[in-house]
């Protein structure tokens, strides 16, 4: 199983990102996708998840409205659309999933909120 973000990067208070991930060494199509996040010394927090076909999303309370978690199945990728960003959501984010009882991790996109 390998995931590798993308679409990082420094942005302003109120702006947009669209972080991506691309999947590879299991059957995409049948596992649902996560996001999380982890701030400088703090833990890492579960940011949103998406099934397997795309049908059902979920998300933390605090993004709701503002981030948007898709699934593109045909290529592997999964995406999270971030809008009206603040300076709480500077964090690393990772793409995740749960593949035979392990969770597995990519490496991560820094996005910076800030002035």
């Known amino acids: 199983v390998q995931l590798v973000e993308s679409g990082g990067g420094l942005v302003q208070p109120g702006g947009s990102l669209r972080l991506s991930c691309v999947a590879s060494g299991f059957t995409f199509s049948s596992y649902g996708m996560s996001w999380y996040r982890q701030a400088a010394g703090k833990e890492r927090e579960w940011v949103a998840a998406i099934t397997n076909a795309g049908s059902s999303t979920n998300y933390l309370d605090s993004v709701k409205g503002r981030f948007t978690i898709s699934k593109d199945n045909a290529k592997n990728m999964v995406y999270l659309q971030m809008n009206s960003l603040t300076v709480e959501d500077t964090a690393v984010y990772f793409c995740?999933?749960?593949?035979?009882?392990?969770?597995?991790w990519g490496q991560g996109t820094q996005v910076t909120v800030s002035t």
């Open positions: 995740s999933t749960n593949y035979y009882l392990n969770r597995y």
